[in-house]
């Protein structure tokens, strides 16, 4: 069964750092692409980070472009993303997603089929 498993989050102070980890089973993930996306109380869901298959090309989100970093570890069949110079907007629940069915809008939720369950970042002094 495939499963998707982030970690990482907390409570930060602005300034801070934090690495995400997104956890495959059940599949390997090197043959997938996989999408970090961020859900702010209130909002709706944005895509933040893409990592593609096989050559992991890499998507960013306008706003997060200088502060975040996605890689992936095929050995571990993990996918990290790195947030640096943490916000206060950057406050919500952070999930990856998951497809093997191609992506042609790699920050749109629509585009992935298996989620984690997501994990809670909070930035605040």
């Known amino acids: 069964q495939l499963q998707l498993v982030e970690t990482g989050g907390g409570l930060v102070q602005p300034g801070g750092s934090l690495t995400l980890s997104c956890a495959a089973s059940?599949?390997?993930?090197?043959?997938?692409?996989i999408g970090w996306f961020r859900q702010a109380p209130g909002k709706e869901r944005e895509g933040v980070s893409y990592?593609?298959?096989?050559?992991?090309?890499?998507v960013y989100a306008d706003p997060v472009t200088d502060r975040f970093t996605i890689s992936k570890y095929n050995t571990k069949n993990t996918v990290y993303l790195q947030i640096n110079s943490l916000k206060p907007e950057d406050t919500g629940a952070f999930s990856c997603a998951a497809t093997n069915r191609g992506v042609g809008a790699p920050l749109q939720a629509d585009e992935y089929h298996s989620w984690g369950q997501g994990t809670q970042v909070t930035v605040c002094s």
């Open positions: 059940g599949f390997t993930l090197e043959y997938y692409d």
């Open positions: 990592i593609s298959r096989g050559r992991g090309l890499t």
